[in-house]
Antibody
């Protein structure tokens, strides 16, 4: 059974940093691109970043470029999101998700999410 | 960026009746290989989103056949042939062709 379990979300002050983790199981992790998506309270979904199977290629939405870094450790079956210079508008539930295949960017499995609150 | 526009915002439905949600993209999602890269996701209350339909019309694994997707280019539709109580939640379309990936604003489906 495919499982994605996020962790690392917490209350952080504006300007602070945080690293989110997503532990994957139930599939061959090294064969898949992985993605982070977030959802602000009461709002819709926002794609943040995706990383290639071997970690060699990464894409980001403009609003987080230069502040967030996605990484992947195939030995640990984990994907990470390093977030810095956090702002109040980064407050959201952060989901990791698995890309369905190599054609298109559909995501077929999502974690349960981890809440990041940016506030003083 | 590709702008995704869904309608309606809210959709009250009667169990057993059909329902339909529209999604329009600001750029074509039809790729040269003939695939339309448009997905539909359902986020049930208190849950993570789940994939319903990918590439416009392909049901994801385990999705009941009362869900169907259609459309091409910039206009797409999700249809539920007979709504069940468990179908309540927010439906999102997402374009899966252009980076950055973008979602529609969501359609909240609730039982009348």
């Amino acid at each position: 059974e495919v499982q994605l379990v996020e962790s690392g979300g917490e209350l952080v002050q504006p300007g602070g940093s945080l690293r989110l983790s997503c532990a994957a199981s139930g599939f061959t992790f090294s064969n898949y691109w992985m993605t982070w998506v977030r959802q602000a309270p009461g709002k819709g979904l926002e794609w943040l970043a995706s990383i290639k199977k071997d970690g060699s290629d990464k894409y980001y939405v403009d609003s987080v470029k230069g502040r967030f870094t996605i990484s992947k450790d195939n030995a640990k079956n984990s994907v990470y999101l390093q977030m810095s210079n956090l702002r109040a508008e980064d407050t959201a539930v952060y989901y990791c998700a698995r890309r369905l295949g190599d054609s298109g960017w559909s995501v077929d499995y999502w974690g349960q999410g981890t809440l990041v609150t940016v506030s003083s | 960026d590709v702008v995704m526009t869904q309608s309606p915002l809210s959709l009250p439905v009667t169990p057993g009746e059909p329902a339909s949600i529209s999604c329009r993209s600001s750029q074509s999602l039809l790729y040269s290989n003939g695939n339309n890269y448009l997905d539909w996701y359902l986020q049930k209350p208190g849950q993570s989103p789940q994939l319903l339909i990918y590439m416009g019309s392909n049901r994801a694994s385990g999705v009941p056949d009362r869900f169907s997707g259609s459309g091409s280019g910039t206009d797409f539709t999700l249809k539920i042939s007979r709504v069940e109580a468990e179908d309540v939640g927010v439906y999102y379309c997402m374009q899966a062709l252009h980076i950055p990936l973008t979602f529609g604003g969501g359609t909240k489906v609730e039982i009348k």
